[in-house]
Structures are given as structure tokens and as C-alpha cells.
């Protein structure tokens, strides 16, 4: 089993992406904290998960509150005894022309998107630093690197998580810990649910495979980066993207 032993954290775990990688990475051994909203459905997730591999633990986090991060990293490793891996994915969508936009919605799109994964990684980092080891994995897009239309607050998001991954990695490399980001193409999940049918098929045709993917062939990657496997890999910006990007760079 490629995570024995690791204890992992989740954000967002309750759904698609986030869901899918706490079952490989609970299915390889790691025990794994699913963190979501209180409201989601994590408790029942993980409850029907624990023990498919390792343990599998519920705690409610809202990104958007430092208090609540900083708690759940700390519950994290006094309860598993460190937290060895973290999976910053939680985020929300919003598709709105620029100028349709109003503070309150930029603003909340950038506070979960950009702002929730530095709060969760500066905490995790801390707990890291102490272990003198970790990895984290944030989640970007490829709307980290590229444009599309009705993303101005998504893409920007996305594009600070892609280049403060850089940074954090540079400062955690000699403190043991590694710090990469991953850019999901289309993949279909809930966040896509909303999707008109004409829209599905213009994404589809976005990807060279044919297909949008799927949150497992997300999961994978995560569980790449996060293992041991990737132990000469950090600052990295690892697309899943079914070649949607190779045309554009
Ligand atoms: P999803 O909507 O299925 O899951 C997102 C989860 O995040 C939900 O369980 C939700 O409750 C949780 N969440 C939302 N706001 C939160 C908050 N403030 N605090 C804690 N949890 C919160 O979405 P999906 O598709 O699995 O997305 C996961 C990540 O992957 C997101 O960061 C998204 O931007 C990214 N992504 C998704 C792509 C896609 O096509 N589905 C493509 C590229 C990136």
C-alpha cells in the first residue's frame, strides 16, 4: 500500500474530486481526515468509508475561517498523531462576465478559492515544519494558466494558487516539506452539474481525449504527488487535463 502510515487531510472531501481522492488514498492505507462543511454530507461519507484501508475520520471546516483551518490541523494531528499529507482542493465555482460580477461575489470566489488553500496550507506547514516533513497538494485549474470567459474570479484563483505553490515550495524545501499544485481540466462532478448540454459538449470538444474526466484520474495524481513516490517533485503544476492545455502552451 503506497500511503501505510500516512495521516492525511481532505478539504472539501464531501464531494467529486475531493471524495474520490480521500477513497484511493483511504484504499492505499493513509488514514484521512474528510474535512467539509458542516452542512455537507462528510459525516455520512466518511462514516460509510472508515475502514476501507485506513481510518477515516469527519470534521467540518469552512475554508473561508482561519480559526476553523487552524483547528482542524491541529485536531488532525493530535488525534492521528501528524499530518503527514493535505489536500487543499475545497473551492467553489461561479461563472459571471466581468462587469455582471459584484464585490461580494468576486470577493467570495477569491476568500474560498485562493484565500482557503493559503489558510490551509499555512497551517499545515506549521504542523509540517515541526514534523520536518509533509507534503501538500493544492488544487489550481487549468484556469490557473489559461483564460476563459466568465472566470475573471475563478481564474484569478486559481492563477494565485498555481504561483503561490511555487513560492511555498520554495520556502518549505529545506524544512523537509513539499508543496505542488495540481490543474484538473474539465472533470464531472457536481460543480459541473448546472452545465446546459450545449456547453458539455463545447467543454468536451476543449479536451483532446474526448472526454471530460474523471475525479479518480484526479485522484491519482494527488496520490502521486502526495506519496513518497514524488519525493524529488515540489513546486510542480501537474495537469490532468485530458491534453487540453498541450495546444495552448
Ligand atoms: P464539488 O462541488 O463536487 O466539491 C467541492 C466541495 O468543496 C464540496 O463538497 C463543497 O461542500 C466543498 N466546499 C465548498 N466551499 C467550501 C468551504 N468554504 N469550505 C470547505 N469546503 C467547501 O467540486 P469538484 O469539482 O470536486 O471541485 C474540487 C476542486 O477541484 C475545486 O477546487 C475546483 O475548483 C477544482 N476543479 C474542478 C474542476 C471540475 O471540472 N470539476 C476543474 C478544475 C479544478
Do not use: W
Amino acid at each position: 500500500m503506497r500511503l501505510q502510515g500516512k495521516n492525511m487531510i481532505v478539504t472539501g472531501g464531501a464531494s467529486g474530486i475531493g471524495l474520490a481522492t480521500v477513497a484511493r488514498c483511504l484504499k492505499e492505507g493513509a488514514n484521512v481526515v474528510l474535512s467539509d462543511l458542516a452542512g455537507s454530507d462528510g459525516a455520512a461519507r466518511a462514516k460509510a468509508l472508515d475502514g476501507q484501508g485506513g481510518r477515516c475520520l469527519f470534521k467540518a471546516c469552512d475554508v473561508s475561517s482561519t480559526a476553523q483551518v487552524d483547528a482542524l490541523v491541529a485536531d488532525a494531528a493530535e488525534e492521528l498523531g501528524s499530518v503527514d499529507i493535505v489536500f487543499a482542493n475545497a473551492g467553489i465555482g461561479g461563472l459571471a462576465d466581468a462587469t455582471e460580477y459584484t464585490d461580494a461575489d468576486y470577493l467570495r470566489i477569491i476568500d474560498i478559492n485562493l484565500n482557503g488553500v493559503f489558510r490551509t496550507a499555512r497551517a499545515a506547514l506549521r504542523q509540517m515544519y515541526r514534523q520536518g516533513s509533509g507534503s501538500i497538494v493544492n488544487c489550481a485549474s487549468i484556469l490557473g494558466t489559461l483564460g476563459q470567459s466568465g472566470t475573471a474570479a475563478y481564474s484569478a484563483a486559481k492563477g494565485g494558487v498555481v504561483n503561490m505553490t511555487r513560492t511555498l515550495a520554495i520556502e518549505a524545501a529545506p524544512r523537509g516539506v513539499r508543496v505542488n499544485s495540481i490543474g484538473p481540466g474539465y472533470i464531472d462532478t457536481p460543480l459541473l452539474k448546472d452545465l446546459p448540454d450545449d456547453m458539455r459538449r463545447a467543454l468536451i470538444a476543449l479536451h483532446p481525449i474526448g472526454r471530460l474526466g474523471r475525479d479518480e484520474e484526479v485522484a491519482n495524481a494527488v496520490l502521486f504527488l502526495g506519496s513518497d513516490e514524488a519525493s524529488f517533485v515540489t513546486g510542480a503544476y501537474l495537469l490532468v487535463d485530458g491534453g487540453y492545455a498541450a495546444g495552448k502552451s
